[in-house]
Each structure stands twice: as structure tokens, then as C-alpha cells.
């Protein structure tokens, strides 16, 4: 109880840090950081931790984003009710989540929710990002599946919305191909355990594509047929 208190306490301070360094920028991107509990996503010894603004490892050699950077992403993404989005790295769950609360909010009618296919290479972590999802309440608008996201995942495609998290050599064609028209991928592309830059693309209604810079950051390699 009072462990839940000082979680609680300490997340609604992170969230004005986190609106101070301009990572945390509309409503809507905040209200999802509100309601999905990180603490969930974590093992079990690391919960205490869940609202320091750090990564944390989740096993099999890799992490959980910090929240200023799930919070950045989902803020460039520009994300809105109803959209299809393809997230390559499950990782924990956790960023899935965040996005399902803005495409699919749990207090709008479920005939108007998006949805999230989210791809994880690591068949264990397969298992983890299921169990925290379904714990979370989000089984119904995440769906995770094993395999090579590098190469999205053409079942379900076009996306409204692609995001990587993991860094990659470039910008998987794959990845362009099952993008909407009017769409946007966010990807980190640079070497493994070296400075990587974020990248926005934007597929145009006319299909041309643009690239921009965003910022440097730091994410595990992208493996599998596009990766490293
Ligand atoms: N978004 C996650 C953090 C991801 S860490 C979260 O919210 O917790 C990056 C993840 O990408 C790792 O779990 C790694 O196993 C996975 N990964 C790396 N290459 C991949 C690939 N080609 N396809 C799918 N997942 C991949």
C-alpha cells in the first residue's frame, strides 16, 4: 500500500518532468502515461523503479525505453483514435500499451478502436509482453507475434503508423511498402551500442517519401533479415 502510494506519488511527478523538458506535449500522450502502470511491465525487482526516467533491463538482454522517450515517440507519431499501428520490439509491452491507450482509449466505444501489432523476435520475451499485456487490460487491442519484424508484417498492412525500437542499418523498404499513404515511421538508425539518430519518415498522399532527423538516442540493435 504504501509502496503503491509513493508509485503513484512519484509517477505524477515524473509526468511534469517529463511535460518541463517538452518529451510529454499533449493530452492525450500524457493521459496514456498516466494510465498504463509501468510498474507491470518490469520484473518484479525493479518496480520500485518504475517512474525513474531511465531504461530497465527485462531479461534476455534487453530493455524497457525510458518514459521520456516512449513519450517522445508517441508524441511525434502523432496519433489519433481508430489507427492501424506496427511496432517492431515488443520488448516488455509496455510502449504497445501506451500507444493502444491513445488509438483505442478504454472510455471510447470499442467500434471506433484502432489497433496495435506489435513484433517481437525473442521468443521468450514473446511469452513476457503477452502476460503483461493481458495483467495491464490490453489483451484486446495489443496483439503480439513472434517473429522478424524487419520485414513488418504484411498480414495486416497498411499501417497508419509504424514505430521501431530498435536501431537499424536503414529504413527496412518493407516497412515503406506497409505504410499508408500519409503515414509515418519512426525508426533509430545507426551501429550497434554507438550513438543512433531517430528518424521521422513521412510516406506523402502522392507516395513520395521524406526523411527527417530528429535526435540522437541510444536503443539495442535491430536483428533479422533488415538488421544488424
Ligand atoms: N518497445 C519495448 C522495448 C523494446 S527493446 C518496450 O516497450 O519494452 C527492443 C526489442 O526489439 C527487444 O525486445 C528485441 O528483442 C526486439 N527486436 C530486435 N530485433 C527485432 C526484430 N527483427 N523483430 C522483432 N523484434 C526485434
Known amino acids: 500500500m504504501v509502496v503503491g502510494l509513493s508509485l503513484a506519488r512519484e509517477k505524477e511527478r515524473l509526468i511534469q518532468e517529463l511535460k518541463a523538458i517538452g518529451a510529454i506535449r499533449s493530452k492525450s500522450v500524457e493521459e496514456a502515461f498516466r494510465r498504463v502502470p509501468r510498474e507491470l511491465f518490469l520484473p518484479e525487482h525493479l518496480r520500485m523503479y518504475a517512474y525513474m526516467d531511465t531504461p530497465l533491463p527485462i531479461g534476455s538482454g534487453q530493455t524497457i525505453s525510458a518514459p521520456h522517450m516512449v513519450c517522445l515517440m508517441n508524441e511525434e507519431l502523432q496519433l489519433e483514435v481508430g489507427y492501424k499501428v506496427l511496432e517492431v520490439g515488443a520488448g516488455s509491452g509496455y510502449h504497445a500499451c501506451t500507444i493502444a491507450e491513445i488509438v483505442a482509449p478504454s472510455d471510447v466505444d470499442k467500434s471506433l478502436w484502432g489497433h496495435v501489432w506489435t513484433l ?58 506497409q505504410l499508408k499513404p500519409g503515414g509515418i515511421i519512426l525508426i533509430p538508425i545507426g551501429r550497434p551500442y554507438s550513438t543512433q539518430i531517430l528518424v521521422k519518415v513521412e510516406k506523402k498522399e502522392d507516395g513520395r517519401v521524406t526523411r527527417r532527423r530528429l535526435l540522437d538516442v541510444i536503443f539495442v540493435p535491430l536483428k533479422g533479415e533488415y538488421g544488424w
Not at 495489443?142 to 508484417?153: A, E, F, N, R, Y
Open 120 to 177: 517481437e523476435i525473442v521468443e521468450e520475451l514473446v511469452s513476457y509482453a503477452r502476460r503483461n499485456i493481458e495483467k495491464a487490460g490490453y489483451g484486446d487491442r495489443v496483439t503480439v507475434i513472434w517473429g522478424d519484424g524487419s520485414k513488418g508484417l504484411p498480414e495486416y498492412a497498411p499501417y497508419d503508423r509504424i514505430l521501431v525500437t530498435a536501431a537499424a542499418p536503414d529504413v527496412p523498404q518493407p516497412l515503406i511498402d
